[in-house]
Protein backbone atom coordinates (compact mmCIF):
# COMPACT_ATOMS: atom_id res chain seq x y z
CA UNK A 1 0.00 0.00 0.00
CA UNK A 2 3.04 2.39 0.82
CA UNK A 3 4.34 1.72 -2.14
CA UNK A 4 1.60 1.93 -4.16
CA UNK A 5 0.79 5.41 -2.74
CA UNK A 6 4.69 6.65 -3.10
CA UNK A 7 4.30 5.61 -7.01
CA UNK A 8 1.21 7.53 -7.23
CA UNK A 9 2.95 11.17 -6.28
CA UNK A 10 2.25 13.89 -3.77
CA UNK A 11 -1.24 14.04 -4.26
CA UNK A 12 -2.09 10.10 -3.34
CA UNK A 13 -1.48 11.38 0.73
CA UNK A 14 -4.76 13.70 0.36
CA UNK A 15 -6.38 11.62 -2.09
CA UNK A 16 -5.93 8.90 1.49
CA UNK A 17 -7.36 11.41 3.80
CA UNK A 18 -10.98 11.35 1.94
CA UNK A 19 -10.46 7.89 1.19
CA UNK A 20 -10.31 7.22 5.20
CA UNK A 21 -12.94 10.51 5.91
CA UNK A 22 -15.79 8.97 3.04
CA UNK A 23 -15.26 5.45 5.04
CA UNK A 24 -15.77 7.37 8.24
CA UNK A 25 -18.67 9.16 7.08
CA UNK A 26 -20.37 6.57 5.36
CA UNK A 27 -20.59 4.43 8.48
CA UNK A 28 -21.47 6.95 11.21
CA UNK A 29 -24.46 7.51 8.70
CA UNK A 30 -25.66 4.02 8.24
CA UNK A 31 -25.62 4.15 12.20
CA UNK A 32 -27.20 7.28 12.37
CA UNK A 33 -29.95 6.94 9.44
CA UNK A 34 -31.27 4.02 10.97
CA UNK A 35 -35.00 4.00 11.10
CA UNK A 36 -35.00 2.48 14.35
CA UNK A 37 -33.19 5.24 15.87
CA UNK A 38 -34.57 8.02 13.74
CA UNK A 39 -38.54 6.84 13.39
CA UNK A 40 -39.49 3.92 15.21
CA UNK A 41 -42.69 2.51 13.48
CA UNK A 42 -44.19 1.76 16.95
CA UNK A 43 -43.41 5.36 18.20
CA UNK A 44 -46.77 6.97 16.71
CA UNK A 45 -49.08 4.28 18.49
CA UNK A 46 -47.32 4.13 21.43
CA UNK A 47 -48.09 7.88 22.15
CA UNK A 48 -51.50 7.68 20.78
CA UNK A 49 -52.60 4.84 22.85
CA UNK A 50 -51.19 6.71 26.02
CA UNK A 51 -53.07 9.70 24.98
CA UNK A 52 -56.22 7.24 24.48
CA UNK A 53 -55.87 5.75 28.39
CA UNK A 54 -54.71 9.33 30.10
CA UNK A 55 -51.42 7.94 30.15
CA UNK A 56 -49.59 10.34 29.23
CA UNK A 57 -47.13 12.11 31.63
CA UNK A 58 -44.90 14.94 31.55
CA UNK A 59 -41.82 12.11 32.73
CA UNK A 60 -43.03 10.38 29.66
CA UNK A 61 -42.35 13.35 27.53
CA UNK A 62 -39.18 14.81 29.01
CA UNK A 63 -37.63 11.11 27.91
CA UNK A 64 -38.48 11.71 24.93
CA UNK A 65 -36.99 14.93 24.70
CA UNK A 66 -33.82 13.12 25.36
CA UNK A 67 -34.15 10.98 22.12
CA UNK A 68 -33.42 11.59 18.63
CA UNK A 69 -35.34 11.92 15.81
CA UNK A 70 -39.01 11.57 15.52
CA UNK A 71 -39.48 11.15 19.63
CA UNK A 72 -37.90 14.71 20.26
CA UNK A 73 -40.36 16.32 17.56
CA UNK A 74 -43.32 14.57 19.39
CA UNK A 75 -42.25 15.54 22.66
CA UNK A 76 -42.01 19.17 21.16
CA UNK A 77 -45.32 19.28 20.07
CA UNK A 78 -46.92 17.60 22.99
CA UNK A 79 -45.53 19.96 25.72
CA UNK A 80 -47.29 22.82 23.75
CA UNK A 81 -50.53 21.33 22.50
CA UNK A 82 -52.32 22.95 25.43
CA UNK A 83 -51.58 26.26 23.54
CA UNK A 84 -53.76 25.06 20.36
CA UNK A 85 -53.41 23.29 17.03
CA UNK A 86 -50.88 26.65 15.92
CA UNK A 87 -48.98 26.54 18.29
CA UNK A 88 -48.32 22.75 18.48
CA UNK A 89 -47.50 22.92 14.81
CA UNK A 90 -45.09 25.81 15.17
CA UNK A 91 -42.88 23.80 18.20
CA UNK A 92 -43.21 20.57 16.07
CA UNK A 93 -41.59 22.26 12.68
CA UNK A 94 -38.97 24.21 15.13
CA UNK A 95 -37.77 20.92 15.97
CA UNK A 96 -38.23 19.17 12.99
CA UNK A 97 -35.92 21.38 11.33
CA UNK A 98 -33.34 20.47 14.30
CA UNK A 99 -33.78 17.11 13.34
CA UNK A 100 -33.59 17.46 10.05
CA UNK A 101 -29.96 19.23 10.50
CA UNK A 102 -28.69 16.52 12.45
CA UNK A 103 -29.83 14.23 9.76
CA UNK A 104 -28.07 15.93 7.18
CA UNK A 105 -24.86 16.94 9.30
CA UNK A 106 -21.53 15.38 6.72
CA UNK A 107 -23.54 15.11 3.45
CA UNK A 108 -22.16 18.61 2.39
CA UNK A 109 -18.34 17.02 3.05
CA UNK A 110 -19.48 13.68 1.35
CA UNK A 111 -20.57 15.48 -2.09
CA UNK A 112 -17.30 18.07 -1.56
CA UNK A 113 -15.47 14.76 -1.62
CA UNK A 114 -17.39 13.44 -4.52
CA UNK A 115 -16.65 16.59 -6.10
CA UNK A 116 -13.12 17.35 -5.75
CA UNK A 117 -11.21 13.58 -5.53
CA UNK A 118 -11.70 13.34 -9.24
CA UNK A 119 -9.95 17.23 -9.60
CA UNK A 120 -7.61 15.92 -7.23
CA UNK A 121 -6.46 12.77 -9.53
CA UNK A 122 -6.56 15.06 -12.38
CA UNK A 123 -3.68 17.16 -10.99
CA UNK A 124 -2.05 14.51 -9.81
CA UNK A 125 -1.85 13.22 -13.76
CA UNK A 126 -1.12 16.64 -15.00
CA UNK A 127 2.04 16.69 -12.56
CA UNK A 128 2.68 13.23 -13.61
CA UNK A 129 2.66 14.15 -17.47
CA UNK A 130 4.44 17.48 -16.71
CA UNK A 131 7.68 14.55 -15.63
CA UNK A 132 7.43 12.41 -18.66
CA UNK A 133 7.66 15.46 -21.38
CA UNK A 134 10.16 16.92 -18.62
CA UNK A 135 12.73 13.97 -18.74
CA UNK A 136 11.74 13.84 -22.97
CA UNK A 137 13.62 17.52 -23.49
CA UNK A 138 16.54 16.41 -21.20
CA UNK A 139 17.22 12.76 -21.47
CA UNK A 140 14.81 12.11 -25.01
CA UNK A 141 12.90 8.61 -24.99
CA UNK A 142 15.96 6.79 -23.88
CA UNK A 143 15.53 7.40 -20.23
CA UNK A 144 12.07 4.49 -19.93
CA UNK A 145 12.63 4.72 -16.23
CA UNK A 146 12.02 7.63 -15.60
CA UNK A 147 9.61 7.63 -18.47
CA UNK A 148 7.81 4.94 -16.68
CA UNK A 149 7.85 6.71 -13.88
CA UNK A 150 6.03 9.80 -14.26
CA UNK A 151 3.50 8.25 -16.54
CA UNK A 152 2.71 5.46 -13.68
CA UNK A 153 2.16 8.38 -11.25
CA UNK A 154 0.03 10.33 -14.05
CA UNK A 155 -2.21 7.35 -14.14
CA UNK A 156 -2.85 5.89 -10.85
CA UNK A 157 -3.61 9.41 -9.53
CA UNK A 158 -6.58 9.13 -11.70
CA UNK A 159 -7.69 5.92 -10.76
CA UNK A 160 -6.93 6.83 -6.79
CA UNK A 161 -9.04 9.92 -7.77
CA UNK A 162 -11.40 7.83 -9.34
CA UNK A 163 -11.79 5.23 -6.78
CA UNK A 164 -12.35 7.81 -3.80
CA UNK A 165 -15.34 9.60 -5.64
CA UNK A 166 -17.57 7.19 -7.16
CA UNK A 167 -18.26 5.20 -3.29
CA UNK A 168 -18.80 9.19 -2.22
CA UNK A 169 -20.99 10.13 -5.10
CA UNK A 170 -22.62 6.33 -5.05
CA UNK A 171 -23.40 7.25 -0.79
CA UNK A 172 -24.26 10.48 -1.18
CA UNK A 173 -26.94 9.76 -3.52
CA UNK A 174 -28.12 6.90 -1.25
CA UNK A 175 -28.08 8.89 2.14
CA UNK A 176 -29.76 11.83 0.39
CA UNK A 177 -33.10 9.63 -0.92
CA UNK A 178 -33.09 7.80 2.89
CA UNK A 179 -33.16 11.27 4.59
CA UNK A 180 -35.99 12.30 1.95
CA UNK A 181 -37.89 9.06 3.06
CA UNK A 182 -37.35 9.92 6.72
CA UNK A 183 -38.64 13.31 6.37
CA UNK A 184 -41.84 12.67 4.41
CA UNK A 185 -42.09 9.53 7.44
CA UNK A 186 -41.63 12.06 10.38
CA UNK A 187 -43.85 14.93 8.80
CA UNK A 188 -46.73 12.51 7.96
CA UNK A 189 -46.80 10.98 11.66
CA UNK A 190 -46.21 14.14 13.09
CA UNK A 191 -49.16 15.72 11.13
CA UNK A 192 -51.44 12.43 12.32
CA UNK A 193 -50.34 13.29 15.81
CA UNK A 194 -52.02 16.97 15.54
CA UNK A 195 -54.74 15.86 14.14
CA UNK A 196 -55.35 13.32 16.41
CA UNK A 197 -55.44 16.20 19.41
CA UNK A 198 -57.04 19.09 17.50
CA UNK A 199 -58.47 17.81 14.49
CA UNK A 200 -61.97 17.46 15.84
CA UNK A 201 -62.25 20.54 17.88
CA UNK A 202 -61.10 22.38 14.72
CA UNK A 203 -63.86 20.51 12.67
CA UNK A 204 -66.48 21.42 15.47
CA UNK A 205 -65.40 24.94 15.66
CA UNK A 206 -65.80 25.52 11.82
CA UNK A 207 -69.27 23.16 11.61
CA UNK A 208 -70.70 25.44 13.91
Known amino acids: MLA ?45 TRLRDDRMTIEY ?8 GLASIFAAGLLNSKHGRSAMKESIQEAASHVIHELERFMNTLGTIAAISPLLGLLG ?14 SGAGNTALLAGGISEALLSTAAGLGVAIPALIFHRFFSRKIDVLVVTMEQQSTKLIDSLHGDREKTGVAQ
Open 4 to 48: FIQTGGFFMWPLLACSILTLAIIIERFWTLRQSGVAPKGLLSDVM
Open 61 to 68: IRSMQGQA
Open 125 to 138: TVVGMIKVFSVLME
